[in-house]
């Protein structure tokens, strides 16, 4: 499985971003996606799931500003990103979880929010 995240970059605060997590192999639809986010210096925290039924859960943080999706017949998730802080600023990583064994990370894209 390989999972390739894009649409990361440079963005004033209050705008928006889009990040796509396109994933390889048969087992898209089974499996719980997410994002995480690691800020410099920081460690790795939750940001936002979706499970295969679109059930959607988020972290306080993001919660009202950011939105998870899927579309199983690209196998690609998405994390809208709006109403950005500069506080958001971090690698952003997918992932992709459907059993204890297969649990993949994709290489993440860089969010930049400037003041």
């Known amino acids: 499985v390989q999972l390739q995240a894009s649409g990361g970059g440079l963005v004033q605060a209050g705008g928006s971003l889009r990040l796509s997590c396109a994933a390889s192999?048969?087992?898209?639809?089974?499996?719980?996606m997410g994002w995480y986010r690691q800020a410099p210096g920081k460690q790795r925290q939750y940001v936002a799931t979706?499970?295969?039924?679109?059930?959607?859960n988020y972290a306080d943080s993001v919660k009202g500003r950011f939105t998870i999706s899927r579309d199983n017949a690209k196998n690609t998730v998405y994390l809208q990103m709006n109403s950005l802080k500069p506080e958001d600023t971090a690698v952003y990583y997918c992932?992709?979880?459907?059993?204890?064994?297969?649990?993949?990370w994709g290489q993440g894209t860089l969010v930049t929010v400037s003041s």
């Open positions: 992932r992709q979880s459907a059993t204890a064994i297969q649990d993949y």
């Open positions: 979706i499970t295969s039924g679109g059930i959607t």
């Open positions: 192999g048969s087992i898209f639809k089974l499996a719980v």
